[in-house]
């Protein structure tokens, strides 16, 4: 699929774009950026059973000025959220984002209501070519998309997508069971366990017998 | 007078330190030999007092009541099943307390993360400031009153701390920076390829010697505590696999025993010996990860693949057990989720020679190898004070020479049966670290040849179960692959957990890296980060 | 004017040199690719042409292709600089290698002094670009390159004294042709000493494991070139894989006979040596840790640096008997 230049210019370079989005689909650099569980599985994709390095996307780069690839594994704290955006800032262009995982994608099982500490989504702040969903997802999933993304750089379009949602933040009005505080004195009552509304089963082994703490307290000064 | 033989805490509390309230309670159910009430302005003496009984702070929390706040101390004893626990009550207009970060270094960093949760102010604390949130953040998360943010306000957040990052959100270093001399602040991290997770590591440099370092954590904190309150107890369990989820077995383990021994229920036989045997090869395949990763960053790139490989085949089996890789969801309350099928026992009988002779390969190959002896003898020390003051445990603990598991001194379920050594070196070096580590593999394996000759049939779930934790609060902690993994649990009797406090090993154990770092080279930073072993979720919680 | 067809025959040469170079390049890329892939249990580039043969074409196509990126305040001129201060002196190494009989482009009769020395002059190269990016990382990764190429320029040149001292000339062809009776590595006793000695020193001369602290990965994110993006990252990788080629070349000329064999032509001959030492490398590379920056110059100060000269006087004594005896 060849994509249409916008304005008819003197030199045609329709075959060189393709060329170069050839070398660039065939050897991409991954930028080592892990944040949590799914790092391993990034790593895991690395070593030696799953091997990225078959599809050139082996060599993992440790500054951002020489990869091509950032792939965002793992949730993203809000601590986190201006180091994610000043790397995505360093990586000279043409430069694409792979979400890896829930949380990258949309925050993942730590979204909750009223959660203050995550992202929900890194395509919120950056624009994202591929979405890889798992929890965390297998390396045979890892590969899967950056398959994808191949395809999408072979194909022309590389423009990422940002989030619908980025100019309402999150939408999870699911009700939530905060409770109040309870009061200590009332907690601290020896005997005021709530009525069990099951008995205790009868387990196969014998369970020690749990005898309550005497309630004994030293004389105060 | 107390005679001389009898020096132990409790008639310390009793016949001198005189506090408020005090309560013997049972350990095997609370996990505590006593707790005592005490008034602030005591608590410096009671914290001389336990470090001079040689014992550590666990853990140090705080839990909201409608009246006031507790301040709860955990303090506990190498080598000696005798935790005790001391509280401090704290009003809510007074919100402060006197800090023991001067006795107890661990405090620094506990201390800051009850003020950072709950807005507590410590007195005399050096470095009062946020730990886990950003600085800018004008939220005191665990408090009851929180109720959540304004319906997600995550990205306004968000592009509020990139502002300020790119207004040029100076940090203060303690020195200026200004003045013409010939050190200089580094920053390692949080993106950085060795430093395993989001660490960032600020490191005052003289040329390539390292001043002082200071680890900032806070950049993978993921509410686990607050989302447990209002989660009820069952669904608290993919929080335990995700906390670390390289050995995620222990922290299913640790779950487990705590709210098995809340309710008074006993497993049956047959679930205590997969528990084992899941948990075992689950810390083989940890500690497999962390040679591979360590060894990478001491620029030795091909063991990490050979550890990965024999990580997968432990993966196959625990995939076949539990359906997944990584984050495992496994145990259950009084039993497990499923049974193992028929074909795990075989294929663990036939791993366990080849890995046998792979720990030989690894053993000629990096153990002997004179390059690796050179980069880690004699580095990265961690003395007894030190490991004492910080609260270490785990193989970081017993490479400096004390010999505390667990699972020996703590014994949890069918550990008492089993028959294991608890490798112990004394030198307290990053190779000391690194041998202890690959012992331990070895010693897993004979556990696990034990269990499977041994594991009977039966059920593995309980059926029904009570249906709440009963009214109370609990202790409870079990040996992880990075140390002591410890839950501090205040349950109301309801649904949720009123207060789940998460004691995790790899928190105090970077803290001792403080003492660690001056006089290091750069190279050898990354050395002493690697050997400590940690993992970021579990710190940041 | 007899100057003109010497002039052609130089830039043809040359040329020649400059594509081989990087047809050369690519071919060692890949070849450590697979090597390491294969000392890793794995496999290695597959998919991108017959074996990943065109996986290094891909990444140099690529490298072209990307945005030049410039620092914040760093040096326009040096950060620009250098790395051409770095890849163009090992191209002129070429000049004095001989290929073949009279198969040389120029045949000075100081070629063995000034191999080295352009060999050397890279690391003010590294030294520029460290400097120049602005970069604290960088700044460290050039700090130990410098300190480290230095003490390894020492160890290198007093080991392959040795066979100076044997040959009796400093021409590269001659000291080749020393060795139509036998290779120089297998004539003395000191000269295996001299070559371990030598391959060493040029591991640490072209900042490769065990001797990479400069582009520590692990430690200092990428180095001295921590700050270089697109082409002129690939100017200094490529700079890399030229000087152990170069190195390697020189070790086979002075070690193992050069071009010299039966019924091939010497060019097939010298390439096979190359590369035969070129496998050795890769082969050290991912099998060893990294040293640490002060075990690294003890290594070359207090172990490498006083074996040479015992080389040298063993190797003189043994000379002056020869004479004398024979």
């Known amino acids: 699929m060849l994509t249409q230049s916008p304005a008819p210019g003197l030199v045609n370079l329709f075959k060189v774009e393709d060329v170069l989005n050839m070398a660039r689909a065939n050897s991409l650099w991954p930028l080592t950026f892990g944040l949590a569980c799914c790092a391993i599985e990034l790593m895991a994709g690395g070593a030696a059973r799953f091997d990225m390095d078959r599809f050139g996307f082996g060599v993992f780069r440790p500054s951002p000025r020489q990869a091509d690839v950032m792939i965002v594994a793992g949730t993203i704290s809000r601590k986190m959220v201006p180091c994610i955006k000043t790397l995505y800032d360093q990586m000279p262009s043409p430069k694409y984002v792979i979400a890896l995982g829930g949380c990258a994608t949309a925050g993942g099982p730590f979204k909750y209501p009223g959660q203050y500490g995550i992202l929900e989504g890194i395509d919120k702040i950056i624009p994202v070519n591929v979405y890889i969903p798992g929890c965390p997802p297998r390396p045979e999933a890892l590969i899967a998309g950056i398959l994808e993304l191949k395809k999408q750089i072979l194909a022309g379009n590389v423009q990422g997508v940002m989030s619908p949602a980025i100019a309402h933040d999150s939408q999870d009005n699911r009700p939530a069971e905060y409770k109040n505080a309870i009061s200590r004195a009332e907690f601290r009552q020896p005997k005021a366990d709530p009525p069990q509304t099951e008995k205790p089963p009868v387990p196969t082994a014998p369970v020690a017998p749990t005898t309550p703490p005497p309630p004994a307290s030293e004389p105060k000064n | 007078m107390p005679i001389a033989a009898e020096k132990n805490i409790k008639n310390w509390f009793l016949e001198t330190l005189k506090p408020d309230e005090f309560a013997e309670k049972d350990p095997k159910k609370t996990g505590i030999s006593f707790e005592a009430i005490i008034p602030q302005n005591k608590i410096r003496d009671a914290a001389k007092e336990y470090l001079a009984q040689d014992y550590f702070l666990e853990s140090l929390t705080a839990v909201d009541f409608a009246e006031c706040f507790e301040v709860v101390y955990h303090f506990s004893k190498w080598n000696a099943l005798d935790r005790s626990c001391v509280k401090i009550l704290v009003t809510k207009e007074e919100n402060k307390t006197p800090s023991i970060s001067s006795i107890y270094k661990s405090a620094n960093w506990f201390e800051r993360e009850v003020y950072d949760l709950f807005g507590i102010q410590f007195i005399d604390h050096p470095n009062l400031k946020r730990i886990l949130l950003p600085e800018s953040a004008e939220i005191f998360p665990l408090l009851k009153s929180f109720k959540g943010e304004p319906a997600g306000s995550d990205v306004t957040q968000s592009m509020k701390l990139i502002g300020e990052d790119a207004e040029g959100f100076e940090i203060t270093y303690p020195k200026s920076v200004t003045e013409h001399n010939k050190d200089y602040y580094l920053n390692l991290g949080p993106q950085h390829p060795s430093t395993h997770g989001v660490l960032r590591v600020l490191l005052h440099l003289s040329g390539e010697r390292v001043l002082d370092g200071e680890p900032i954590i806070g950049y993978s904190h993921r509410h686990h505590e607050k989302m447990m309150e209002i989660q009820n107890y069952l669904a608290c369990w993919p929080n335990m696999g995700r906390l670390d989820y390289v050995g995620a077995m222990s922290y299913n383990f640790g779950y487990a025993v705590a709210i098995e021994k809340a309710m008074g229920i006993t497993p049956p036989p047959r679930v205590e010996y997969i528990r084992v045997l899941t948990t075992e090869l689950n810390r083989i395949a940890s500690h497999l990860l962390w040679m591979g990763t360590f060894l990478l960053d001491l620029g030795a790139f091909t063991p990490f693949f050979y550890c990965f490989d024999d990580r997968e085949k432990i993966l196959d089996m625990l995939e076949m057990v539990t359906g997944e890789r990584l984050t495992y969801n496994y145990f259950r309350f009084g039993g497990l989720d499923k049974d193992i099928p028929a074909e795990m026992i075989p294929l663990v009988k036939q791993f366990m020679p080849e890995f046998k002779k792979r720990l030989r390969d690894y053993d000629a190959l990096i153990t002997k190898n004179v390059i690796f002896r050179h980069r880690t003898n004699g580095l990265g020390l961690l003395t007894r004070e030190s490991a004492l003051s910080y609260g270490v445990t785990g193989p970081c603990l017993r490479g400096s020479g004390i010999s505390f598991d667990l699972r020996r001194h703590e014994p949890y379920s069918i550990y008492p049966e089993l028959d294991f050594n608890i490798p112990t070196r004394t030198e307290g070096d990053v190779f000391a670290r690194y041998w202890v580590r690959t012992k331990e593999m070895e010693e897993s394996l004979k556990i696990i040849t034990q269990v499977i000759e041994k594991i009977p049939a039966g059920e593995v779930t309980l059926g029904k179960l009570p249906k709440n934790v009963p009214k109370g609060e609990y202790y409870s902690a079990v040996e992880a692959a990075r140390g002591s993994f410890g839950i501090y649990l205040v349950s109301d009797g309801t649904l949720n957990p009123y207060r789940i406090k998460l004691r995790t090993p790899s928190f105090s154990n970077l803290n001792s890296i403080i003492d660690m770092l001056p006089g290091c080279l750069v190279s050898d930073v990354i050395a002493v980060l690697g050997s400590i072993d940690i993992v970021l979720p579990e710190i940041d919680r | ?326």
């Open chain 3, 1 to 326: 004017m007899t100057i003109l067809p010497e002039v052609l025959r130089i830039v043809l040469w040359g040329t020649v040199a400059i594509l081989f170079v990087s047809v050369n390049a690519l071919f060692l890329v890949w070849m450590e690719r697979k090597v390491s892939a294969r000392i890793q249990l794995r496999q290695g580039p597959l998919h991108v042409g017959f074996q990943g043969l065109l996986q290094t074409l891909a990444d140099a196509v690529k490298l072209i292709s990307k945005e030049l990126v410039f620092p914040n305040q760093a040096d326009k001129y040096l950060y620009a600089l250098a790395p051409m201060a770095v890849f163009a002196p090992v191209i002129c190494a070429f000049i004095i290698l001989p290929v073949g009989r009279d198969l040389i482009i120029r045949d000075l009769n100081i070629g063995f002094l000034l191999v080295f020395s352009l060999t050397n002059i890279g690391f003010i190269g590294i030294f520029i670009a460290g400097w120049s990016s602005n970069n604290k990382y960088a700044l460290l990764g050039s700090m130990r390159a410098v300190a480290q190429n230095i003490s390894y320029e020492i160890p290198l040149l007093l080991s392959t004294m040795v066979i100076v001292m044997a040959a009796g000339t400093l021409k590269l062809s001659e000291i080749v042709l020393a060795q139509s009776k036998g290779w120089f590595i297998t004539s003395q006793i000191t000269h295996p000493v001299a070559f371990v000695i030598f391959l060493c020193s040029a591991l640490a001369e072209a900042n490769r494991a065990p001797f990479d602290i400069p582009e520590a990965e692990s430690e200092l994110v990428a180095g001295f070139h921590t700050e270089y993006s697109g082409m002129r990252f690939a100017l200094f990788f490529l700079g890399e894989y030229t000087a152990i080629f170069i190195s390697s070349t020189i070790g086979a000329s002075l070690f193992l006979g050069g071009w010299q064999g039966p019924w091939m032509p010497g060019v097939f001959w010298l390439l096979l040596k190359t590369y035969a030492i070129v496998f050795v490398i890769m082969w050290i590379r991912w099998t060893f840790p990294r040293l640490r920056s002060d075990q690294l110059m003890a290594f070359a100060w207090k172990i490498l640096i006083p074996f040479a000269i015992v080389n040298i006087f063993i190797t003189a004594l043994v000379l002056q008997f020869q004479k004398v005896l024979l």
